[in-house]
Structures are given as C-alpha cells and as structure tokens.
C-alpha cells in the first residue's frame, strides 16, 4: 500500500523537488498539489492523502492544520519551517513533534514515520 502525499503551499522550486523525491520512492505515492486552504482541505479528502506535506513560515501550527486534523483525523500534517529547514509532524490533538532538518532524505523518513505513529 501506497502512502498518498499531498504537497501544500510549497513554493514552485521545494513543490518541486519534493515531487521529484516522492514520485522516486516505490511506497509512496505524490497524491497531488494545492496552495489555497480551501483547495487544501478538499483536495486532502478527494485524494484519500496520508499526508500534508505544508510549508508554514513560523513553525507555528497553521489553520489549515487544525482544519485538516479535526475533518480528517487519519490524516498526518508534515510542517516544514521555511526559514530554519526544519520539519514539524502534527498530529491529531496537534500534537508537535520536532523532527529535525528538512533535507529531502529526512522529509522522506518523517513520511514514513508518520504514517507508521500513532497517537496517545
């Protein structure tokens, strides 16, 4: 089975790299792309997405997040911190776990990592 991830206000070049990744690996599988929260939410649920792979500016957990996780709460948010290059999962009950530099080979394993976690 597939892990379906859907890329979320990604500027063009990270939106693009990180297709080319993910359309790379043999357990994943690039749901779609979409910039707009509303665009974000209905594609997320069209697409049957795994994960939301979202660029957020602060770290900070962004609306579109908590919109994500209270419609659809198998659904794992990946937050990328644009500034600083690090990675944030968030949960259901947004739930911040720290997952270090945002290289493309740890964007891959917090993917796997968080399809694979569970929440208390």
Do not use: C, W
Not at 21 to 40: N, Y
Not at 44 to 66: I, M
């Amino acid at each position: 089975m597939s892990i379906r991830v859907l890329l979320a206000s990604l500027p063009p070049v990270l939106r693009t790299l990180f297709e080319e990744v993910i359309v790379g690996q043999p357990d994943m599988e690039l749901a779609g792309a979409a910039t707009e929260p509303l665009d974000i939410l209905i594609n997320a649920g069209q697409t049957r997405a795994d994960v939301v792979l979202l660029a957020v500016p602060n770290g900070e957990l962004p609306g579109v997040a908590s919109h994500l996780l209270n419609e659809y709460q198998h659904i794992k948010v990946l937050a990328v911190e644009l500034h600083s290059q690090h990675a944030f999962l968030y949960q259901l009950r947004a739930e911040l776990v720290p997952l270090g530099e945002a290289s493309p080979s740890g964007l891959l394993d917090a993917i796997r990592a968080a399809v694979n976690s569970e929440v208390a």
